[in-house]
């Protein structure tokens, strides 16, 4: 299984900016997909985006607005997260996730990080 460590999070002022990292051990030759995902106090985690890894193809749900944008290093193992014009709704624990087949589901994570933006 993968181990994935998440950082970068913290209390940011709304319409701020944050970038998250993800680094990702044991085993990374084997992943196919790399996803960031969010759950906020009392609701469903909630998928923000992912990227194939062997290629950087991208995928965002409509509901990011074209606010965030993943990217990948993959010679070091990291996944990163950008979002800009954060939002109090964007206040949340963020996680990373692998998948290891495309048919397959995300079944290794990161423990999360608390992403807060004030208003």
């Known amino acids: 299984q993968v181990q994935l460590v998440e950082s970068g999070g913290g209390l940011v002022q709304a319409g701020g900016s944050l970038r998250l990292s993800c680094a990702a051990s044991?085993?990374?030759?084997?992943?196919?997909?790399m996803g960031w995902f969010r759950q906020a106090p009392g609701k469903e985690r909630e998928f923000v985006g992912r990227?194939?890894?062997?290629?950087?193809?991208?995928y965002y749900p409509q509901s990011t607005n074209g606010r965030i944008r993943i990217s990948r290093d993959s010679a070091k193992n990291m996944m990163f997260l950008e979002m800009n014009d954060l939002k109090p709704e964007d206040t949340a624990v963020y996680y990373c996730?692998?998948?290891?087949?495309?048919?397959?589901?995300?079944?290794?994570w990161g423990q999360g990080t608390q992403v807060t933006v004030s208003s």
């Open positions: 990227v194939l890894w062997s290629n950087g193809y991208l």
């Open positions: 996730a692998a998948k290891l087949s495309e048919s397959g589901s995300y079944d290794s």
């Open positions: 044991g085993g990374t030759s084997r992943i196919y997909a």
